[in-house]
């Protein structure tokens, strides 16, 4: 069975850091570019941050960009989302995918394949 998993959210204060996992089953990530997105209430789906298989392409949302940053190990068969200095607004479930074609343009978030995992639930308070 493919599928994705993400796990590593939590309940963290402003200014903490955190690093989601997303585990790749039943098939291979490398060859693939990795997005992560993310869902805050009554919102709809964003698209955070994107890596090609080769590390050669990325792309970073504005509101995320020198806090976050994404990280894959295709040994391990996983990527990676580290997140520091976080925020209240960065509270949401976070979602990763594999996208199609392996490259991230600035529509990325538009290329993700397959169907969505649970995601991880991120929440920043005090």
């Known amino acids: 069975q493919l599928r994705l998993v993400e796990s590593g959210g939590g309940l963290v204060q402003p200014g903490g850091s955190l690093r989601l996992s997303c585990a790749a089953y039943g098939f291979t990530l490398d060859g693939y570019a990795v997005g992560w997105y993310r869902q805050a209430p009554g919102k709809e789906r964003e698209g955070v941050s994107c890596m090609s298989s080769s590390g050669g392409s990325t792309n970073v949302a504005d509101s995320v960009k020198g806090r976050f940053t994404l990280l894959r190990d295709n040994s391990k068969n996983t990527a990676y989302l580290q997140m520091n200095s976080l925020k209240p607004e960065d509270t949401a479930v976070y979602y990763c995918?594999?996208?199609?074609?392996?490259?991230?343009?600035?529509?990325?978030?538009?290329?993700?394949?397959?169907?969505w995992g649970q995601g991880t639930q991120v929440t920043v308070s005090s």
């Open positions: 995918a594999i996208l199609r074609p392996d490259f991230c343009s600035s529509t990325w978030y538009f290329y993700n394949i397959g169907s």
